[in-house]
């Protein structure tokens, strides 16, 4: 059995407790154990960068500890709410997998490859196929239906992912798949790693053990499957892809089209017998043209009593799934065709009524209708929430017919007012989410709160729309529209604070960042972009970027005059400080905001925002303080703070000041008072949907009551 005070636990603790430090949880632990090395060795201690560092860290810990037994009662007492805190073993079972199509045909050659690798005796070589075959031709469906055939192999649970994701650059990026994948295993929001080298390296320790199916659709290469690989032996790695893809080592089965028998009836088994024996004289033509694709096929079996389907007969040689997809656009009603044409201008994720409704200038009845009959036709794809989202195939021709039928101009109004609707809706939301905070954009004295129930309802929007948001940033952006980008990504700043999701941020916030760059940006609104990237990027460990992101905000607010934004860079420095365990850099970037805005006058810019500026200031101080064992001083800042939101009522940051509070009173051998405030700032944070923020909650309540004397 290890010691728990030994070196070699010590450094565990560390390295896990710095893998996740991108949730709240991790932050929590981190900044915690740079307060124990402090006070443990008398100096400031920088935080650990790597095995190496953290191994140093621990050592001093652990002499430290063995001098001093006041001292080491406090690190057993960490070391037991750190271990405590972290993620058990995960267990849930993972049921993922999509249902598989009803009507099933063939295929007989590769399901046997899947039977035989699947049967194959473990040998240390991983279990991964690729099953590959031009778009609409059925890999995907190969995939699932094998996989709904053979669930009783895989008790452990099915794991399944798009990852050809609407978007930028539509590819999925592998760290939003892990983040996914390792919450359906079982662990915390909050217990996620950071990066996408600890993302994987927990997704490979999970699976070790576990007897479990991995589908991994429409791939793009092999660099974006690396890190979702695994070679344990219970584990099956399902890959769907156009292509084979160069550099991955897998199974390669190819799926061809099928053969005319095949063909013939699973055209019966959609349009019935009777159906197929009345289109007698036009099914040699329809099966030819189909060319044995099963996208093409399903889409000719509802109109094969018409004996000339167009597209279908009308075209040789064309390609099937196009000829198919071409074919399903010339029956649309008037309405239907528009939505499909405006609609497809961008890849966006995900497609309701409203953001059709903008983009074609329909009423929003109308546009729900033709989503329908869109989807009736196979031209969309039906998501689990009930929104919409097109195939990239078919996306292509829609907007291919978009520019050909309704001209640039009217192409670039459409994707304008698609963007408009989509910040719209976020400024609404990240007011109602975040009400309290200052603003820049004009849209928010407009909007308002735009008459959400509660904070967590507006919440849960913005995190449901994330994605359409930044393909709207990415939109706004390549129409050279910076004013819209900033707009757009001061919008996402409720997301940021209250659920992480930082790694899914990141392009949107890095386009905000050269938006500040561009002539015409007000230097208010470039130091609040380069503020809120550099958030992340200090979320994700780039501590480096991150500073250089906050000076060039401190350096543009100090330009413009703007003492309330130049002390939000700075105090954003601090909080930076606190994580790098600069605990007395951090007090003096606090006492600097401080006094900037002290210089703040009646009639300048930011007077209304003061009281609450110097309670946030007053709780970060508090959290310096406690860094550097100033107890009583910190308790003192800190519960300026407390009194200031419990006045004004704003529940999130009562709750994150509480919390602070509490860390302060244990530390002063008070954790028996520390308990109600504990349970206070839990309900606070679950009301306001902040879950992002109430792992720490538990660790803070077993050190209240079981912190040895």
Not at 395 to 415: I, P
Not at 416 to 430: C, E, I, K, N, Q
Request: net charge neutral; charged share 25%.
């Amino acid at each position: 059995m290890i010691d728990p005070l030994s070196v070699t636990a010590v450094t565990g603790v560390l390295g896990a407790v710095g893998s996740a430090v991108a949730g709240e949880a991790g932050k929590w632990a981190w900044e915690s154990v740079g307060n124990l090395a402090q006070r443990v060795t008398g100096r400031q201690v920088a935080a650990p960068a790597g095995a190496e560092e953290r191994e140093a860290v621990a050592r001093l810990l652990v002499e430290g500890a063995r001098n001093d037994p006041a001292q080491a009662r406090a690190l057993a007492a960490w070391m037991s709410g750190l271990a405590g805190g972290a993620p058990g073993p995960a267990d849930a079972v993972p049921r993922l997998l999509p249902a598989s199509t009803r009507y099933f045909t063939d295929r007989k050659g590769p399901l046997a490859e899947l039977d035989k690798e699947a049967g194959r005796k473990a040998d240390g070589s991983p279990r991964q196929v690729l099953l590959h075959g031009p778009d609409g031709i059925g890999t995907s469906a190969v995939a699932i239906h094998w996989g709904a055939r053979e669930a009783h192999r895989f008790p452990d649970g099915q794991l399944y992912a798009d990852l050809r994701a609407a978007g930028p650059g539509g590819v999925l990026d592998p760290t939003t798949v892990l983040r996914r994948f390792l919450r359906r295993l079982g662990v915390p929001a909050d217990h996620l790693p950071a990066t996408v080298e600890d993302r994987a390296e927990l997704f490979a320790a999970l699976l070790a053990t576990r007897r479990l199916l991995v589908v991994l659709d429409h791939a793009h290469s092999a660099a974006q499957l690396r890190p979702l690989l695994t070679a344990a032996p219970g584990v099956l790695t399902l890959i769907t892809a156009r292509r084979p893809l160069a550099g991955l080592d897998a199974l390669n089965v190819a799926v061809g089209p099928l053969a005319d028998k095949d063909a013939r009836r699973l055209l019966t088994d959609l349009a019935g017998k009777h159906a197929v024996t009345a289109a007698k004289a036009a099914l040699p033509g329809v099966l030819e043209r189909c060319a044995g694709s099963p996208f093409a096929l399903r889409a000719a079996a509802p109109v094969l009593g018409d004996l000339a389907p167009r597209a279908l007969t009308d075209r040789p040689g064309a390609d099937p799934l196009e000829a198919a997809t071409a074919d399903r656009y010339a029956r649309l009603a008037p309405n239907a065709a528009l939505v499909y044409r405006r609609c497809a201008l961008r890849p966006w994720p995900a497609i309701d009524a409203r953001a059709a409704a903008a983009a074609t200038g329909l009423a929003e009845a109308e546009a729900a209708e033709a989503l329908d009959e869109l989807a009736a036709a196979a031209l969309l794809e039906t998501a689990l929430d009930g929104r919409y989202r097109y195939r990239p195939a078919v996306r292509r021709h829609a907007e291919a017919a978009a520019v050909r039928e309704d001209g640039l101009a009217a192409c670039a109004t459409a994707v304008h007012r698609t963007v408009a609707h989509h910040l719209r809706l976020a400024v609404g939301a990240d007011h109602a989410a975040l009400p309290q905070r200052w603003h820049l954009g004009p849209l928010y004295a407009e909007i308002g709160p735009d008459g959400y129930p509660d904070e967590a309802a507006a919440l849960a929007v913005l995190g449901a729309e994330l994605p359409n948001l930044v393909e709207a940033v990415a939109a706004a952006e390549e129409f050279a529209a910076p004013g819209t980008v900033c707009q757009l990504v001061e919008a996402l700043w409720a997301l940021q604070l209250k659920a992480g999701r930082h790694d899914e941020l990141l392009p949107a916030l890095r386009a905000g960042a050269r938006a500040a760059l561009a002539p015409g940006t007000g230097a208010r609104t470039a130091a609040r972009m380069h503020v809120q990237l550099s958030f992340a990027l200090a979320e994700l460990q780039e501590y480096d970027e991150a500073e250089q992101h906050l000076l060039l905000a401190a350096d543009a607010e100090q330009r413009d005059g703007h003492l309330r934004g130049q002390a939000t860079a700075v105090e954003t420095l601090g909080l930076l400080r606190l994580r790098q365990w600069r605990y007395a850099d951090a007090l003096e970037c606090f006492e600097r905001a401080v006094g900037l805005l002290d210089g703040i006058g009646d009639a300048d810019s930011g007077q209304g925002d003061l009281p609450r500026a110097r309670a946030l200031l007053g709780r970060h101080r508090g959290r310096a303080l406690r860094g550097l064992g100033r107890f009583a001083e910190a308790a003192t800042s800190i519960e300026t703070a407390v009194a200031f939101f419990r006045g004004t009522g704003e529940a999130y940051n009562l709750a994150r000041a509480l919390t602070d509070l509490v860390q302060t009173l244990i530390d002063q051998g008070r954790g028996p008072d520390a308990l109600p405030l504990l349970d206070e700032a839990a309900v606070l944070l679950e009301r306001g949907g902040a879950t992002f923020h109430l792992v720490p909650i538990g660790v803070l309540r077993d050190l209240c009551v079981n912190r040895p004397e």
